[in-house]
């Protein structure tokens, strides 16, 4: 099968063009959004999309705008061949590769500000990294036009932000989120996981691990939010390499921090390992009783 690789917004208009031409109407798009570096929990995306959509459209793009450190953007690892072998061998159609200057053009000054829902959490550890989200995410929403675009519950804040603005600006898309890819030993496939030498690779597992305890306490009957970001506090005190940032007990559709926990609740974590920041985050919420 082959997959056609483009540089250039035309490039995806005339196919786009071609796609609806070949269906008769409206092709229905599936969308896969990343900044490459892909590992198995993009591709569970992909195919996803591939299941759903009539064509499956990706985007490579580490976005400028999203980081708020020259640094991190420069380390952030990237390989676009093996991204390219990986996403046509999940069945993608065609991938989007842009330069920087292909998806901000001198004069670029638009810039898409969610409200409250993008401000504590990663919003505030980060600042601007979900105006830099939510602006590239919406451009390519408008340059591919899909049904559908899919997104990893990983980033659970990047989704709710996403939700919010879909919602918000009637943007005609259906928001789709996706399950965690997790290594054997728990810990969330990251592109940044690539950077963690052996010893930090082992101490990367605290982050899921403060997350199971507190979900065990949960399970258990714990509703106190205070005791449950305890219980992960103290995971994390273990753990030497670890440099805890958050640890938080919010209310899973606001993301507001929780006093008791009565309905979803969205346990987050974020940590510097090494030469890393990684985030991780599991949902809490009641069985539906019959
Ligand atoms: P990124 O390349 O890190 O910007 O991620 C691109 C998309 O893949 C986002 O929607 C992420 O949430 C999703 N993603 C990243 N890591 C995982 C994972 N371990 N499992 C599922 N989805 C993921």
């Given at each position: 099968?082959?997959?056609?690789i483009a540089?250039?917004?035309a490039e995806?208009?005339a ?9 008769g109407g ?13 590992h198995a929990?993009h591709?569970?995306?992909v195919?996803?999309?591939?299941a ?5 459209a990706?985007?490579v793009?580490?976005n400028?705008?999203q ?10 690892p ?11 061998d ?12 292909e998806?901000?053009?001198?004069g ?8 409250p829902i993008?401000?504590?959490?990663e919003g505030?550890?980060r ?7 939510a602006t590239v995410v ?9 049904a559908?675009?899919?997104?990893g519950?990983?980033d ?14 009637d ?5 789709v989120?996706c399950?965690t ?13 690539a ?6 690779r ?12 507190a979900e065990?306490?949960w ?5 106190d939010?205070?005791a ?8 994390f005190?273990q753990?030497?390499?670890a440099a805890?940032e958050y ?6 559709a606001t993301?507001?921090e929780?006093e008791?926990?009565?309905g979803?609740?969205l ?8 030469p890393?920041r990684?985030i991780?985050?599991?949902v809490?919420?009641?069985p539906?009783?019959a």
């Amino acid at each position: 099968m082959t997959m056609r690789i483009a540089t250039t917004i035309a490039e995806i208009r005339a196919w786009r063009a071609e796609a609806d031409r070949a269906a008769g109407g409206r092709a229905a798009v599936g969308l896969v959004p990343t900044m490459g570096y892909l590992h198995a929990g993009h591709v569970s995306l992909v195919a996803r999309a591939r299941a759903e959509n009539a064509r499956v459209a990706a985007s490579v793009f580490v976005n400028p705008a999203q980081f708020n450190s020259a640094e991190d953007l420069a380390r952030y690892p990237r390989d676009p061949e093996r991204d390219a072998a990986l996403l046509r061998d999940a069945g993608c159609d065609i991938v989007l590769m842009p330069d920087p200057a292909e998806v901000y053009p001198p004069g670029f000054q638009t810039w898409v500000d969610v409200g409250p829902i993008a401000a504590p959490l990663e919003g505030a550890h980060r600042p601007g990294h979900f105006r830099g989200v939510a602006t590239v995410v919406l451009k390519l929403f408008g340059i591919f036009e899909p049904a559908r675009a899919y997104f990893g519950q990983k980033d659970y804040q990047q989704l709710a932000v996403i939700r919010t603005l879909v919602r918000d600006l009637d943007v005609p898309v259906d928001v789709v989120g996706c399950p965690t890819v997790r290594e054997a030993d728990g810990l969330a496939m990251s592109s940044r996981n690539a950077r963690l030498g052996p010893d930090d690779r082992r101490a990367a597992t605290v982050l899921h691990r403060a997350l199971r305890a507190a979900e065990a306490a949960w399970a258990g009957g714990e509703r106190d939010a205070g005791a449950l970001r305890a219980r992960m506090a103290a995971v994390f005190a273990q753990e030497p390499r670890a440099a805890v940032e958050y640890v938080s007990v919010a209310d899973a559709a606001t993301l507001e921090e929780l006093e008791a926990v009565r309905g979803p609740a969205l346990l987050s974590v974020a940590a510097v390992v090494g030469p890393v920041r990684l985030i991780d985050n599991i949902v809490v919420r009641e069985p539906l009783r019959a």
